[in-house]
């Protein structure tokens, strides 16, 4: 069976401890984490966590229960291959000397993305979309000279129905 | 009214319905230790804290409540991780407190100050810390709804010196409410009666049950879907005593030491029902071969185990008691004449293959330790509880004691773990003071918490125990003549205590036999001697257990004797 990317988005108690539950269950049982992102909901009692994960079918249906499990976790969704919005968001300093400040310049008004810093030989850059965009944004900027970046994991919402 | 933390943790256990608990105090739990004095709740000083958590579980295993024990802090809660383990592996249900250092020295390295409940997070169902006595008895409360409920399983409350001590007003909690835990106890009706029709249609069914048809108290039921639909039964070391042993339809165990005709009848068997079973490795050999002409319907109360191992053609989630019961109202409607009328065919083979290779031994000069666990069958009548420690001695009891009831076959089954068999005994014995407890033991394994004869004699327990000393770790022993060119490397246990006299040091009764006519005459004195007793056989040393499937090759392909 072929493993496919899949983005779990899950509820959980806003307790200590919550968060090493269920990336221990992942390292305990071998499950594989791509990215994670974590932060409270408007309800101080309930934090929203979002994984990517790879896994066959069997084995994402075995990660999905198993999460089920935990008593801290109220409610997990799989995002895949239903209706979603989802982004990732970076900071990416690159190298910005007179004669390729131009080029990056037009990159991110390409991307849309916006410059928040700049100084003398770099400029660091503000960016957010999907997985592609972010990968194709940085591809793009690699040759120019990434100095460094920091990156979220993927967030994702459920699009309500109309 | 104002209580302190210790007394509140009392009128919440007293309102779950403890009456003992097995424990260790140390400097973490004086405050609750000073409070349960003043109770009529019994406490059980062990000698270890492992064995504090396996006789706790030896008591929820014949009880079927939930199992309390109380350790202190850093090595006493360290001490008991592998007894969390063994009932988290089992699913057994108990509720582990254990004392911590005060909240203002959480984090700083304090003395006998270790993150237990970071340690227990993979081996509890859940657990907590109590962060202050106001949360206290709701904490309680939930650790013995979270026990007991869906599929069971040990959960750890770590209470902190100063939360011990606190006061605050106590008012009696009401239900326990979580919003995220409601395990599905009522079976898909459309699923069960699909499974009828398939039992229908089926020419070779065969049910494999489980440890979770004791847990739901559903023997009963499984017992009638079996003699109704004339479906023979075979178990899971943890299924053992689900379904009577003795019952012409019981093939005895399944898997690695399993009995030829139940492991050849997976193999050709077309529908295997699967109740409150999950499928392991020891159970299924090699996976992709087990099974492989059936269609496989499968009964647990916990998703998680439906799929995780084998392809399930009819999942069922839900309590394994309740569903029976329904299976059983739906079957009632059919034609049961029609649906058994050519079972005949079926029931035959696994009698030829019964016939072609029983469980057998050859009986030599020595005592061979086969002929100790059949002799103690006969003498106990089968009545006995019969707890294990883990290895030979294990799956000897598990082949050769056909247990009729459940409840009465105590044996760590998932985690393997050795010592379990003694505390394990003494917990039953607590639980049932006049029953027959008997520790069928190796004397590797006996040796892990023999201290816990010096709790027998405090407490006057008179468990019985059997050890079949071939000195040698026996199991690993058979692997290392079988698939090791028989390199006994660090097997040889060429230098233990003599029994007999370890007995009466701790003030207990010992009794040795050496040659097979003594074999009777020491289980007979044994079980007739009131109090404590070890019983030393000397058995046959490089005895197999047999049948056996090899790690990794399909459970159909035996070494037989």
New interface residues.
Partial sequence: MAEEKHILTMLVDNEPGVLSRIVGLFSGRGFNIESLCVAETIDPRASRITIVTKANETLVEQIEKQLRKLINVIKLRDLTGSKSVQREMALICVRAKPDNRDEILRMVDIFRCKIVDVGPEYYIIEATGTNEKMNALINLLKPIGIKKIAKTGTIALFREPN | MKLTGAQILMKVLKEEGVDAIFGFPGGATIDIHDKLEETDIRHYLVRHEQAAVHAADGYARVTGKVGVCLVTSGPGATNAVTGIATAYLDSIPLVIISGQVPTHLIGNDAFQEVDI??IT??CT??NY?VPSVQDLARIIKEAFH?ARSGRPGPVLVDIPKNVQQAMTDFKPEQKVK????HPTYKPNIKQLRKMVEMIKAAKRPLIFAGGGVILSNGSEQLTRLARSTKIPVTMSLMGLGAFPGSDPLSLGMLGMHGTYRANMSTGQCDLLIGIGVRFDDRVTGKTDAFASQAKIIHIDI???SI??NVPVSIPIVGDCKTSLEVLNRFLEEEDLELLTNNRGLWLDLIDRWKQDHKLAYTQEEEIKPQFVVEKLYELTKGKAIITTEVGQNQMWAAQYYHFDRPGHFVTSGGLGTMGFGLPAALGAQVAFPDALVVDVAGDGSIQMNIQEMATALQYQLPVKVVILNNCYLGMVRQWQELFYDKRYACTCMDHAPDFVKLAQAFGAVGLRATRPEEVEPVLKQGLDTPGPVIMDFRVSKEECVYPMVPAGAPITEMLLV
């Fill in positions: 409940v970071g997070r993979p169902k859940h810390l979270i979580l919003k995220s835990y916990d998703p998680a799929r995780k």
